[in-house]
Nanobody, 122 residues
Framework: VQLQASGGGLVQYGGSLRLSCTASGFTFSRYGMGWFRQASGKEREFVAGIGWGADTAYYADSAKGRFTISRDNAKNTVYLQMDSLTPEDTAVYYC????????????????WGQGTQLTVSS
C-alpha cells in the first residue's frame, strides 16, 4: 500500500491550495480516505474524510466551509481543496486510508502517506 501526497507549498493569508494524494497497492474505491494535519509541536488532527461515493464528505469544525475533500476513483486520487487559508492552517498534511467510513481518529486509518508541508504566511 502506498499513498503519495503532494501539492503543499507556501501560500499567503486568504489564499487557496489543492492537495492531492495518489494511492496504489489496494482497491482504492473500496476505502474511505482522510486528510489529517500536524502543526509543529502539536498532535496530528483530523481534517476531512470521504467515503466511497458521492456526498460522503465530512469535516472537522476547523475545515467546514473552507476545505473540500473529493476523490476520483478512476485516478486513485483524493484531493483536499483549501480556501481562505490562515496561518493556523500551517502544518504537514497527511492522507490516510480506512476500511470503514466516517472515522476521525488516527487509529481507524491503517495506511498513511508521507505528508506534504503547507505554510501560510500572514
Amino acid at each position: 500500500v502506498q499513498l503519495q501526497a503532494s501539492g503543499g507549498g507556501l501560500v499567503q493569508y486568504g489564499g487557496s491550495l489543492r492537495l492531492s494524494c495518489t494511492a496504489s497497492g489496494f482497491t482504492f474505491s473500496r476505502y474511505g480516505m482522510g486528510w489529517f494535519r500536524q502543526a509543529s509541536g502539536k498532535e496530528r488532527e483530523f481534517v476531512a474524510g470521504i467515503g466511497w461515493g458521492a456526498d460522503t464528505a465530512y469535516y472537522a469544525d476547523s475545515a467546514k466551509g473552507r476545505f473540500t475533500i473529493s476523490r476520483d476513483n478512476a485516478k486513485n486520487t483524493v484531493y483536499l481543496q483549501m480556501d481562505s487559508l490562515t496561518p493556523e492552517d500551517t502544518a504537514v498534511y497527511y492522507c490516510a486510508a480506512a476500511r470503514l467510513y466516517g472515522r476521525r481518529s488516527e487509529g481507524h486509518f491503517g495506511s498513511w502517506g508521507q505528508g506534504t508541508q503547507l505554510t501560510v504566511s500572514s
